[in-house]
C-alpha cells in the first residue's frame, strides 16, 4: 500500500473501525439481553453468557443487574460500551483531519451521551439508541466523504471486527462467509497491509464448513486468532 498516512495514524484508523462496529455491534446484543433478563426471576444470572462470549470474567456473587451496569458504563471495563466509545474518541482526535468534522462530532455525540447516561446510571437500555443511529451515520459520512487507504483501513477494521462478532455470538455460517468476501477484495487491493500466511490459513478455515459444523468452539477459537494475527498496520 502507497500511503502518505503514518504508520500511527494507519493504525488508529484500523482501530477506530474495529471500535465503531464494535461499538454498534455491542449495543444492539445488549438491547436483546437486557430483554431476556427483565423477566428473569432474582438470583439468576443470564446475561453472564453474554459476557462469556466476550471473554470476559464473572463472578457469581455479580447480580444481573450489576453486571449489566458495569459491561455499559464503567470507564474501568475495558470491554465496557463506555471503554470502547472513548477509546473511538482517542482515535478520532487525532484522526479529525482525516476522518473530517462531520463524522467527527457523531462520535462527539456518542461520548457526550454514554458519559452523561454513565454518570446517572440509566437503566433503560433503550435511551441509548442515539449511539446506534450516530454510529449509523458516521460510517454514513465515511462511506460519502473519505476515500483510498483512508477509507480501506477503517472499512477493513469494520469488516475484521464484524466477522470477530459473528464468530463469538454464533451467527449463521452464511453471514461469516459473506464478511469474508468482502474482506477479500482488501486482501488482494492491499495486499502488503495483510499477512499473507494468515490470510491464506483464515480463508482455508472459512471456507470449511465441515469443519464449521463439526467443532463449533474450535473452529471459533482458530478463526479469532486468525483475525488477530491478520492485519500488519
Known sequence: MKSILSANKANRLFWLGRYAERGYIMLHLMRKAYDEVIDVPVGEVPYSEFLKKMDVYVSNEMTTSY???DQIYNPETVTSLRSIIEMMMDNA??????ILSESFSYIEL???????????????????????DWLLAFWGCIRERVHGDTYALLEIG???EHLDMCIRFDYKYYRIEETWEMIQKYTRSYPDMFDAVQAARLHALIIDKEAFKKDPQDYKNKVLNGINCLVLV
Open 110 to 132: 456518542c461520548r457526550d451521551l454514554i458519559r452523561a447516561k454513565s454518570a446517572t446510571r440509566e437503566t433503560n437500555i433503550t435511551e441509548l439508541q442515539p449511539i446506534t
Open 67 to 69: 453486571q449489566m451496569m
Open 93 to 98: 482526535i487525532v484522526l479529525r483531519s482525516e
Open 158 to 160: 469494520r469488516l475484521l
